[in-house]
């Protein structure tokens, strides 16, 4: 019984993104765009830890006929995707007359990403540009680059969706896993310093934050072309 009930707090703590991605699209709507990417950071650490507490717990032997991963799918996707792309239409970060239009393919081009069978590999990879949409919007706040580029940035992220390259998943990568954990740990303190103190973001504390996103697509890029894919589905 205890074990049980174990398991069903930790897809409660799974659940909570679902509060967190309303809490962040409300703050959107109001144009709270801070406390938007505060909330969608507080989902990040909660899609980062709940998968291992999951794995320690033996969540799937003991609710076996609850999907965690569905759930977590849902999150994912309310999180990742359907906030940021509110926050480009509301944010107008694009052309207004585009706001919809790109709005629309990020949404669109990630329910394609998230239907495929090879969404998640066996070996801990994604197929396809792993909807970081929160990551990508929130950088473009900060950096405050025209909206022409934004889109051009925009559009180019949504037909890598569709490119069956593979990405790391950052808390399972199969290689160079500590300094890969410990990279994504300070990359995001990083992010929450960008988010406390913006509008007024440092840059040089900009420049340090992309380290480890390219660090994260070099290794992505590379293992994909030195590792032979695994097809089978899996959850993290």
């Known amino acids: 019984m205890k074990r049980s009930i174990l398991a069903w707090l930790v897809h409660l703590y799974t659940a909570s993104g679902v509060v967190l991605a309303l809490l962040a699209a409300r703050a959107v709507i109001e144009y709270d765009y801070r406390s938007a990417f505060v909330w969608l950071w507080i989902q990040v650490v909660v899609d980062a830890t709940d998968g291992l507490l999951a794995r320690r717990l033996h969540v799937a032997e003991r609710l076996p006929w609850f999907d965690g991963g569905k759930l977590d799918d849902i999150v994912d996707y309310l999180t990742y995707v359907f906030v ?3 926050f480009v239409w509301r944010a107008v970060l694009v052309p207004a007359a585009w706001t919809i239009p790109v709005a629309s393919a990020m949404a669109l081009s990630s329910a394609y990403g998230f239907s495929r069978k090879d969404a998640k590999t066996a070996d801990h990879f994604f197929t396809g540009f792993p909807s970081y949409w929160n990551v990508v919007t929130f950088y473009l706040l900060v950096a405050g680059w025209s909206s022409t ?3 051009v940035v925009l559009l180019t992220i949504v037909v890598l969706v569709f490119v069956p390259i593979r990405y790391l998943y950052p808390s399972r990568a199969p290689v160079l896993r ?3 954990n410990v990279l994504g740990a300070g990359w995001s303190v990083l992010m929450l310093l960008m988010l406390w103190r913006y ?4 840059r040089p504390v900009f420049w340090a ?3 480890f996103p390219v660090y ?3 290794l992505s890029f590379f293992l994909h072309g030195v590792r032979p894919p695994a097809h089978a589905d899996s959850r993290p």
């Open 84 to 86: 940021p792309a509110l």
């Open 149 to 151: 580029v934004n889109v």
């Open 178 to 180: 500590l300094v890969t």
């Open 199 to 202: 509008p007024l973001v440092s």
């Open 209 to 211: 934050s992309l380290v």
């Open 216 to 218: 994260y697509l070099s």
